[in-house]
């Protein structure tokens, strides 16, 4: 077992109060501006600001440091028809069968159906990959720890970059999302975690009137 190697903490920036209430107010401002939007602009998007919000994303914590996610980057116009085909086969099946009565209901006010346009209209596709386990250059395997947890916070900084980006993106998790592994050759030991759709909203694009919870309906102080 190797040893710890700890170096000095040399990131930490501390802040007066009031900057302290400043920069957080700021940025509680910018995200609650951000909106899931269902209709994309084919704007092309730079490639760098991507990579830019990859980097975000890279930068969450993880169990034991193991970082066990993996991201794919598509914006070739036939591999994005492909997933969107095997998407609307999913989603036809989930909305005319498999969905509770509940679910369907629950999602009625969003007005989503098993029609994903935006999986082509968009300039990218990034599918989110939770990695069970890593391999080494040698081939061997290596446990992650707390997989769902760590890719989790990863694809919410993922989703917060892009908003500070400037972009729009959409949460897309089509059940099941195997046809992912298959269309964008990733190995069996890579569950598909989620579709994130980014680029410009469109012009004419609406949302849904909508409400956020209260802070003292989701927090409580003890």
Known sequence: MAAPVFVPLTTYRE?????????IRTFRDEMLRRRTVRQFSNRPVPGELIEECLRVAGSAPSGANLQPWHFVVVSDPD????IREAAEREERVFYHSRAPKEWLEALAPLGTDENKPYLETA?????????IFGVTPSGQKVKNYYVMESVGIATGLLVAAVHMAGLA????TPSPMGFLNSILGRPAHEKPFVLLVVGYPAQDATVPRISKKSLDEFASFL
């Open 15 to 23: 802040f007066s109060p009031d900057e302290m209430k400043s920069r």
């Open 79 to 82: 591999i994005k028809h492909r």
């Open 123 to 131: 300039p990218y596709l990034i599918a989110v990959f939770a990695q």
């Open 169 to 172: 993106s959409l949460t897309h």
